[in-house]
């Protein structure tokens, strides 16, 4: 008896545990789609590939597992890229099963949406060569199922990241032979991996940093997140009497309420944490770029290698002492190198706690308490973390917002915050809440400005069809606000204002529940409703569009660089 290839290719699937498949049907893709209904597999199909790109991300992100993409190649290639440049810089295994949309015999001849790069066409190898950590163009079934177990094992293997396969011709038509040379294994046999780890000598020359260190701060990043560490870094912050301050990635890696907590780092981050990492010894970072944001844009009186000891913990190489240079690199899995670490030894100190509870009064603002309409951002923060608890995950879009959120929202335990920040885009929050509430069992809050929100709105449509109940706060400022608060006079800027759109009548066309509120008080009690119902809420809250972010939030170090306008 004969197999398909799509067959054997949805088979592979199933052995390697995918729980979803993200995308929209099209191409060569719909064969493959074809095989879903036959099995356990569910497809979620939002209304374009770019809110499928940031699910698959998202889910990634949340499991470890690879979240996978899939559709029709130009679109994958054009709409669906965002989802995967977000993976690729921020860390999320996923793997995206695409088609060349050839013609058979026809390919040569510039056919309608031909991808393969022959002239005539467009190279969509040639786009994912840029966004992904690997990618495969199989030429037979054989290469399709091996090609794609590859796929799998390489968006976990080291840094997680997107893989991609590009699906053409007779590779994804043709029946798979039997007993072919060479062979294809077993798909969980092919796939494992094995974490790395550092070497003993390494782990020693930490620790005695970190031992005789008298003001020693952990940096902690989204490598975190990655090697589910949690554990292993707060065991390391108790045995070495740590303050632990994280990147914006890294928020809630670290519950930000816990005694050692000192805040997040970086241009638009707590005063108090950029202080903490300024004034220590020793600075122990794990899964940290340090990218310009992180760094205040590296400011001379931050972070000063020739003064402090850098220890520097990461998977790859490469990254250890890319940014500054480091005393100490510990290349391995973060989960590995802080669990060794936390065997090596041990250190105490009169200076961690004092300074990070100091740190953490930055958390607060007097505008928590303003009653005024419209509504403070400041107290909108206040307000969502009110109902944040260990059982809620914010997704947070780019912009203000974002930033209003990483000063002022607590986070009270850790996978409670995901950002928008590997490359940052506007739209995200929305189906990367959709996401979570598919994959967890957990309360979800996207938070986005109005023009993120209205990029990806669809999103709550695709909460109605499939079941789930996030809660969409829009920041609304009836403007691209970051970016209208650059102008040094109203009007210098094209294009930062936008028509007041009633987001309340399209969440009630949608499916949705909606309601406006200009009251500190009304919002609190849209967010407890919301947060408590089986149907997706849409909050649209009237914020004060003259309140500053950058003016507000702008970190000393950052300033002293240039600051927004650098």
Same mark, same amino acid.
């Given at each position: ?29 719909? /064969? ?25 991300? *998202? ?8 979240? &996978? ?95 991609? %396969? ?9 029946? &798979? ?41 952990? &940096? ?44 997040? *780092? ?48 990461? &998977? ?6 890319? %940014? ?119 309360? %979800? ?9 209205? *990029? ?65 008080? /009304? ?25 500053? *972010? ?17």
């Amino acid at each position: 008896m004969t197999t398909t290839t799509t067959a054997a290719l949805v088979e592979t699937l199933e052995e390697l545990g995918v729980e979803y498949v993200f995308g929209y049907p099209g191409g060569r893709a719909i /064969e493959l789609l074809e095989h879903l209904p036959e099995s356990e597999i569910d497809l979620v199909r939002p209304r374009d590939e770019r809110e499928a790109s940031v699910m698959a991300e *998202m889910h990634g992100r949340l499991t470890g597992n690879p979240g &996978v993409l899939t559709g029709q190649g130009p679109w994958i290639g054009s709409l669906g890229l965002m989802g995967q440049l977000e993976a690729r810089l921020g860390s999320s295994p996923m793997v995206v099963l695409t088609e060349a949309s050839e013609r058979g015999e026809y390919s040569t001849l510039a056919p309608y949406q031909q991808a393969r790069g022959d002239y005539g066409g467009f190279s969509l190898p040639s786009i994912l060569d840029g966004v992904s950590k690997e990618w495969w163009f199989p030429r037979t079934p054989t290469e399709t199922l091996r090609s794609t177990q590859l796929a799998f094992k390489h968006a976990v293997a080291g840094r997680p990241g997107p893989t991609a %396969v590009i699906l053409d011709g007779g590779a994804i038509t043709d029946d &798979v032979p039997h007993d072919p040379t060479p062979a294809v294994w077993d798909a969980s046999a092919q796939v494992r991996t094995w974490d790395a780890a550092p070497t003993a000598t390494d782990v020693a020359s930490a620790a005695e940093a970190l031992e005789n260190a008298a003001k020693p701060v952990i &940096v902690a990043g989204n490598g975190i997140h990655a090697a589910r560490a949690y554990d292993e870094l707060a065991a390391v912050a108790d045995a070495y009497d740590c303050a632990v301050v994280t990147s914006y990635l890294g928020k809630s890696t670290y519950p930000e309420t816990d005694d050692r907590a000192a805040g997040v *780092m970086g241009s638009f981050g707590h005063e108090g944490a950029n202080r903490v990492v300024s004034e220590a010894d020793t600075v122990l970072v794990v899964g940290c770029r340090l990218n310009p944001m992180d760094t205040n844009w590296q400011s001379p009186d931050f972070v000063r290698p020739e003064e402090q000891t850098i220890v520097h913990a990461d &998977v790859d190489a490469r990254n250890a002492g890319w %940014v500054y240079p480091a005393d100490v690199g510990l290349i391995g899995d973060a989960k590995a190198s802080l669990e060794a670490l936390a065997d090596a030894g041990s250190g105490e100190n009169d200076w961690a706690l004092e300074r990070a509870a100091e740190a953490r009064e930055w958390f607060t603002a007097p505008e928590f308490e303003d009653d005024s309409a419209p509504i403070k951002p400041q107290r909108a923060a206040k307000e969502i973390q009110a109902v944040v608890d260990e059982d809620t995950i914010v997704t947070a879009d780019s912009g203000n917002n974002r930033f209003w959120l990483l000063y002022y929202l607590q986070t009270p335990a850790v996978r409670t915050y995901f950002g928008s920040g590997g490359v940052g885009g506007m739209g995200w929050a929305n189906p990367a809440a959709v996401s979570a509430a598919l994959t967890t069992d957990k309360d %979800v809050i996207a938070v986005a400005g109005d023009g993120g929100f209205s *990029m990806t709105m669809n999103s709550v449509e695709t909460a109605v069809e499939y079941g789930v109940a996030p809660t969409f706060v829009v920041l609304n400022d009836t403007s691209l606000g970051m970016v209208r608060q650059m102008q040094h006079e109203d009007g210098d800027i094209a294009g930062v204002e936008f028509h007041d759109t009633d987001f309340v009548k399209i969440a009630e066309a949608f499916g949705a529940i909606g309601c406006r509120v200009t009251e500190p008080d /009304e919002f609190a009690d849209a967010l407890a409703e919301g947060k408590a119902a089986d149907t997706p809420h849409v909050i649209d809250v009237r914020i004060d569009r003259e309140e500053d *972010m950058a003016e507000t939030l702008s970190s000393s170090f950052y300033d002293s660089v240039g600051g927004l306008h650098e």
